[in-house]
Each structure stands twice: as structure tokens, then as C-alpha cells.
């Protein structure tokens, strides 16, 4: 969604007319996951990738198609699709994109969501009649756009669908298939400390799609000169910082200034917020004079087992960059459930 966002935003203020193609459902080694998403101009300019480039030819071929006749279309390719072996979807997977005519009203919506970093779902018929009507509900369950011609019988089936989907695909509604599509938060990273390591980790973090803040009440290393276009640069001990730019499922902890008045605060505020990732870069030895501290405290040994340290999967870490990518693929993998 975000990759997309600024040009399909310039597109719609040019007044193109402007095709929207989302990955619906995958199967097997398929390169984009659900989701996924592809805009084309009524000039055939693209923005973004339904299939890492295997069938994108073809998509802009059908969302050309439905740029003419104003109807959405449900496309499905394989590698037993003749279609599929010409441009190349040949890596053993399947994938099913939904090609629509860009509903503008829906799309403001939804770009507000992304751009504020709120959730939001959107569920969309992919088959027979009604074919395209949408809603678009907030985390919440407020209707922030419904299709003028979307009943109430339907809107209701819709938020029922909806409910427990923790991603992107396609679920059975009566007899009628529909594409769920989430718009999630960003990841927020919080690196505590603006110490050297975490130069090169903002700046992989922000590539990969993370916002990404420092709190280090040490001015002189959280600094914009050594971290520009952070998200949040917070002068203040962590007890104090954390609250203020919050903890939750979107949370990851890096802590990484090896002072117990840093650290500590840190970890005695996050540990119980129930956050999916505590990171500390250390020492074993180190960490058991912590440990012993985190007790003294009254946090205990369930919440003590959630730290993970020495920070990051073991590479063979040297360099503050290669400590970087560890500490970040540890981080990845965790977001992945793995």
C-alpha cells in the first residue's frame, strides 16, 4: 500500500483514470503475498508488483480492459495456465489478483489510514453480480466507506466475516466468495540509546517499513544530525519516553545503551505491556547482574524470560552494521512468527 500511495495520489490529482490490482489469494512458492498491490494508468504507467514481476503484463492488459468497460475482474493464473508459462509464473505457485476500476472515495480513506498509521479492513465481493461492492471498516468497526449500492443484509454478512481475520485473503460469505484486505500499522521500533549500532539499524529498519524512534536522554547521542528523518527523537529516560510514544502489538524493543539507569527503566516499563519483541544487547555476565536487578524490582522471572539477549540470531556479528542486520532479522522473524 505505502509503495504505491504517493503516485496514485498524483495520479488521482492529474484526473487519470487509474486501475487498482490486489493479490486476492495465493497458493504454493507464489512471490507476492495477499494483499500485495498494483496500480496502472489509463496510459499504462505501473506502480508496484502483484507477482514480483511474472504477471504483471497481463494484469495491465485486464486492468486497461477495465478501465474501458468500468468492471472489476477476478484473474487467476497457475503454472498449468497457458497464460501463466508466457510471462513467466513458472516458480510453482498460484496466485489470484483482483483487478477493479480505482474507487477514489474508498481509496481517500484508506490512504488516511495508511498515512496516520491506523488499521483498517476492506471487504470486497469478488464474484457474480455485485461483484466489487465494498466496505471499508476501521479497528473499531466504524464504516469509514460502503458501495452506494451496498444493502445493509450485505454490510452486515461483511463485518461478520471480518471478524477474528488477523490478514489479508479471501473468505467464504454464504455462497459468495469475498477478498479481505488489511490495512495494518507500521511496526514501530523503538531503539533505546543513540549509540553507534543503531545508526545503521534506523536506517535498515526505516528501508524495510518500520517508523522507527530513539529515546536517550543523552542529547549528544540522540541528535538529528545522527539520526535524520526519525520518526521521534525523545530526550528523556525510558520510563518516561515509552508511555509517551506507546507499547503495543505493533511495539519492538531494542535496548542498547549497556547503562543499567538507561536500560533498566526501559525494561521495568515494557516488560509487562506484553510487547512482541524486548531485545538487549549484552553480555551473559551482564545480563545476570541484570536480571538480579529486574527482580529486585518485582518484575518477574515470567516476564524476565521475554528479553531476548545477546540481541539478534548469531552471525558471527562484528561490525555495528553486521550487529545491525542480526538484530533486525531477529526482529523480522518474530513479526513472521517464526
Known amino acids: 500500500m505505502r509503495d504505491i500511495l504517493d503516485t496514485m495520489n498524483r495520479w488521482l ?3 487519470r483514470d487509474v486501475a487498482l490490482a490486489t493479490v486476492a489469494k495465493t497458493w504454493g512458492s507464489a512471490p507476492r503475498r495477499e494483499g500485495s498491490k498494483m496500480g496502472v494508468s489509463g496510459e499504462t504507467s505501473m506502480i508496484g508488483s502483484v507477482s514480483g514481476g511474472c504477471v504483471e503484463g497481463a494484469v495491465v492488459e485486464e486492468a486497461i480492459a477495465g478501465l474501458r468497460d468500468g468492471q472489476p475482474r477476478l484473474l487467476k493464473f497457475g503454472v498449468a495456465d497457458d497464460l501463466a508459462w508466457e510471462v513467466g509464473l513458472t516458480c510453482g505457485g498460484s496466485i489470484e489478483v483482483f483487478v477493479e476500476p480505482l474507487d477514489a472515495l474508498w481509496w481517500d480513506a484508506l490512504a488516511d489510514l495508511a498515512l496516520n498509521d491506523r488499521f483498517g479492513a476492506t471487504i470486497a465481493i469478488m464474484e457474480g453480480e455485485q461483484v466489487g461492492e465494498k466496505v471499508l471498516l ?3 468497526g466504524a464504516v469509514l466507506y460502503r458501495s452506494p449500492n451496498l444493502d445493509d443484509g450485505l454490510l452486515a454478512q461483511m463485518r461478520a466475516v471480518v471478524v477474528g481475520c488477523k490478514k489479508s ?3 467464504v460469505m454464504g455462497e459468495t466468495r469475498v477478498m479481505i484486505d488489511l490495512q495494518v500499522e507500521r511496526p514501530h521500533l523503538i531503539l533505546v540509546g543513540g549509540v553507534h549500532v ?3 539499524l534506523y536506517a535498515m529498519a526505516t528501508e524495510v517499513g518500520f517508523r522507527v524512534s530513539i529515546i536517550d536522554p543523552r ?5 538529528e544530525e545522527r539520526f535524520p528523518d526519525v520518526a521521534n527523537i525523545v530526550h528523556s529516560y525510558p520510563d518516561k519516553a515509552l508511555p509517551q510514544l506507546g507499547l503495543d502489538r505493533s511495539t519492538y524493543l531494542a535496548v542498547l545503551t549497556h547503562d543499567p539507569k538507561i536500560d533498566d527503566k526501559a525494561l521495568i516499563t515494557a516488560l509487562p505491556a506484553g510487547i512482541p519483541y524486548i531485545g538487549v544487547l549484552s553480555s551473559g555476565r551482564t545480563h545476570r ?3 538480579a536487578r529486574l527482580k529486585e524490582a518485582g518484575i518477574s522471572d515470567e516476564l524476565i524470560a521475554q528479553i531476548r539477549t545477546p540481541i539478534g540470531i548469531d552471525i558471527g556479528a562484528g561490525t555495528p552494521e553486521e550487529i545491525a542486520v542480526c538484530i533486525l532479522a531477529e526482529i523480522i522473524a518474530v513479526r513472521n512468527g517464526m
Open 219 to 223: 542529547a549528544a547521542f540522540a541528535s
Open 198 to 200: 543503531a545508526i545503521p
Open 138 to 140: 476501521d479497528g473499531a
Open 289 to 291: 547482574q541484570r536480571v
Open 13 to 15: 490529482a492529474e484526473e
Open 169 to 171: 485473503g479471501v473468505a
